[in-house]
């Protein structure tokens, strides 16, 4: 699932950065090209759905951004340190730390 999320991202993000890139805020760009009186689409209908597919492209690549995050796949096994560090956790940690005998008082062998 977290592949085909960020494959969707890529898309996204290139169809996003072709649309920015055909957009000219001054008048220019695609929407130039339109300007025959004739056209169905004329510059401004160009310019609006430029802007409108840029926020919708915008606000998908956040949405699937936040899914990506939440389906990160998690590992189940344990890297190096965290199985040496709680690898052993039924020993005592000063008795398996020392390596000096504990000496044994007078009191204990009576």
């Not at 960020?6 to 993000?13: D, E, K, Y």
């Not at 606000?59 to 899914?67: K, S």
């Not at 052993?88 to 390596?99: E, G, L, T």
């Amino acid at each position: 699932m977290y592949t085909f999320i960020v494959i969707l991202i890529l898309i996204v993000c290139v169809l996003l950065a072709l649309v920015v890139l055909v957009q000219n805020s001054k008048g220019g760009g695609l929407a130039a090209n339109f300007a025959a009186p004739t056209q169905v689409m004329g510059v401004r209908q160009t310019a609006d759905f430029f802007e409108k597919a840029t926020w919708w492209l915008a606000i998908i690549l956040v949405v699937l951004c936040l899914a990506a995050t939440v389906s990160i796949p998690h590992r189940t096994s344990g890297n190096a340190i965290n199985t040496e560090v709680t690898g052993n956790a039924d020993a005592d940690p000063v008795q398996a730390a020392s390596p000096i005998a504990t000496p044994v008082s007078n009191a204990d062998q009576q």
